[in-house]
């Protein structure tokens, strides 16, 4: 095969987990030309079966057997948090790539060690996708860059949503083994201002809490950041179910489909379901849902930067500005496959195929969970929290 030949070839994709988001990624990664979906791993026979039929590949019960497979050249690792570390480690041992679902593990250690097998078999780490990757979050991370609008000062990010309330497997409602929303989706809020500030978190200060006994893990949290240079951000989330914040996104979900807003639904359902576990691998395991691409930017809540000319908004289809003129858009073309999920097989793509250092790696993942920890221990402790292991944008340390 010639240069050109080799870096033209797809790589040959695993999938770790054919649950949610694992289902999700594998029909992104269909629908991406530089990829090649080869095996999957997962204990449930129906979605493995699925795939199996769908892809004319191999699917395996055990992720022993997926990372072993020689057409496998990276992984995407979408199993239960609390296998995060053990997977991700076994993939790098075995010399295979890793895109790592967030958050990348449950402790710093665990991050470090992480790191350290894909440092010593010199694999590409990425720990995402989380919505940072979204074309929107990264036009506004372009045009603040540009300095158009001048000087950042602040960053809003903001998001209610049921997510307590859809089926849960047990440790995903039990913080000690990653569950609540500080494991599972405020990292998707710190990614974000974390990339559109520059990457260095200096403080936390935040309260999060439990409001329901029935579900007792964190569902709601306010936290204020504070960045090196001065920038501060908000964090505001709220899993109850109660308010949605889609209302205020056009009526468009998460991954940019429109929406029927229903307050309390997700909440009424889930009192007729016995069995939470089956339910979620019958809801969205792999083969139950649509592989439709949504027409919109996939979005988390309302995200607003404030710079000194001007406010930036995550939009419907792009980005809008607020400025001294008045209001713009700046729209982004839809493109092919799905964004987000598409960015980060891209960002995969040129670390391995051309050396590019991707944002999202292992240093930058733990930074990450390291503004969630410290959320935990700011409510805990009832102070502000200082940060020791963020990394900037560029990948230069704190
Ligand atoms: N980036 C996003 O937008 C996004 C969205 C949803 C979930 N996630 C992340 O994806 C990961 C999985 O979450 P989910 O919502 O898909 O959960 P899920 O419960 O829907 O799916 C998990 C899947 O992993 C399988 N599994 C369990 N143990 C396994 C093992 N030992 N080996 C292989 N497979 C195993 C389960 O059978 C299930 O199919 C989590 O890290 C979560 O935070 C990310």
Same mark, same amino acid.
């Given at each position: 095969?010639t240069?050109?030949?080799?870096e033209?070839?797809?790589?040959?994709?695993?999938?770790a987990?054919?649950?949610?988001?694992?289902?999700?990624?594998?029909?992104?990664?269909?629908?991406?030309?530089g990829?090649?979906?080869r095996?999957?791993?997962?204990?449930?026979?129906?979605?493995?079966?699925?795939?199996a039929?769908?892809?004319?590949?191999?699917?395996?019960?055990d992720?022993?057997m997926?990372?072993?497979d020689p057409?496998?050249?990276?992984?995407?690792?979408a199993?239960?948090?609390?296998?995060?570390?053990?997977?991700?480690?076994?993939?790098?041992?075995?010399?295979?790539?890793?895109?790592?679902?967030?958050?990348?593990?449950?402790?710093?250690?665990?991050?470090?060690?992480?790191?350290?097998?894909?440092?010593?078999?010199?694999?590409?780490?990425? &720990?995402?996708?989380?919505h940072?990757?979204d074309?929107?979050?990264?036009?506004?991370?372009?045009?603040?860059?540009?300095?158009?609008?001048?000087p950042?000062?602040?960053?809003?990010?903001?998001?209610?949503?049921?997510?307590?309330?859809?089926?849960?497997?047990?440790?995903?409602l039990?913080?000690?083994?990653?569950?609540?929303?500080?494991?599972?989706?405020v990292?998707?809020?710190?990614?974000? &201002?974390?990339?559109?500030?520059?990457g260095?978190?200096?403080? &936390?200060?935040?309260?999060?809490?439990?409001l329901?006994?029935?579900?007792?893990?964190?569902?709601?949290?306010?936290?204020?950041l504070?960045?090196?240079?001065?920038?501060?951000?908000?964090?505001?989330?709220?899993?109850?179910?109660?308010?949605?914040?889609?209302?205020?996104?056009?009526?468009?979900?998460?991954?940019?489909?429109?929406?029927a807003?229903d307050?309390?639904?997700?909440?009424?359902?889930?009192?007729?379901?016995?069995?939470?576990?089956?339910?979620?691998t019958?809801?969205?395991?792999?083969?139950?849902?649509s592989?439709?691409?949504?027409p919109?930017?996939?979005?988390?809540?309302i995200?607003?930067?404030?710079?000194?000319r001007?406010?930036?908004?995550?939009?419907?289809?792009?980005?809008?500005?607020?400025?001294?003129?008045?209001?713009?858009?700046?729209?982004?073309?839809r493109?092919?496959?799905?964004?987000?999920?598409?960015?980060?097989?891209?960002?995969?793509?040129?670390?391995?195929?051309?050396?590019?250092?991707?944002?999202?790696d292992?240093?930058?993942?733990?930074a990450?969970?390291?503004?969630?920890?410290?959320?935990?221990?700011?409510?805990?402790?009832?102070?502000? &929290?200082?940060l020791?292991?963020?990394?900037?944008?560029?990948?230069?340390?704190?």
């Open positions: 095969m240069q050109n030949g080799a033209n070839a797809p790589i040959g994709l695993g999938i987990g054919l649950g949610m988001a694992g289902a999700v990624m594998v029909h992104a990664a269909a629908a991406h030309p990829y090649s979906l095996a999957a791993a997962d204990p449930h026979a129906a979605p493995r079966e699925a795939f039929r769908d892809h004319n590949a191999r699917a395996y019960s992720v022993s997926l990372v072993a057409a496998v050249e990276a992984v995407y690792i199993t239960p948090h609390q296998f995060h570390r053990e997977h991700a480690v076994l993939a790098a041992q075995h010399g295979k790539h890793v895109i790592l679902e967030k958050p990348m593990a449950l402790t710093l250690g665990d991050c470090d060690a992480i790191v350290e097998a894909a440092e010593r078999r010199k694999v590409t780490l990425i &720990v995402g996708h989380t940072a990757f074309p929107n979050v990264r036009l506004m991370r372009r045009i603040i860059a540009g300095g158009e609008l001048g950042l000062g602040m960053i809003h990010s903001f998001n209610y949503t049921n997510f307590l309330y859809r089926p849960r497997r047990p440790e995903e039990d913080t000690a083994k990653g569950g609540g929303i500080l494991f599972n989706q990292p998707h809020q710190i990614d974000t &201002v974390r990339l559109l500030a520059g260095l978190v200096r403080s &936390v200060r935040a309260s999060a809490s439990v329901d006994s029935a579900r007792p893990t964190e569902g709601s949290c306010a936290a204020l504070q960045f090196e240079g001065g920038v501060a951000a908000s964090l505001v989330y709220s899993g109850y179910d109660h308010f949605d914040a889609d209302e205020w996104h056009f009526g468009i979900g998460e991954r940019g489909a429109p929406k807003i307050h309390g639904a997700a909440r009424r359902a889930l009192a007729h379901v016995d069995d939470e576990t089956r339910s979620r019958e809801t969205f395991a792999y083969g139950s849902g592989a439709a691409m949504p919109h930017q996939p979005h988390f809540g995200t607003i930067a404030t710079c000194a001007g406010d930036l908004r995550a939009s419907a289809d792009g980005v809008t500005i607020y400025g001294q003129g008045g209001m713009r858009e700046v729209p982004i073309e493109g092919e496959g799905m964004p987000g999920r598409r960015e980060a097989l891209d960002d995969m793509r040129a670390a391995i195929r051309f050396g590019r250092r991707p944002v999202h292992g240093r930058w993942g733990k990450t969970l390291e503004v969630a920890l410290a959320i935990l221990q700011s409510t805990r402790e009832g102070r502000e &929290v200082m020791e292991h963020q990394v900037a944008v560029d990948g230069s340390p704190g």
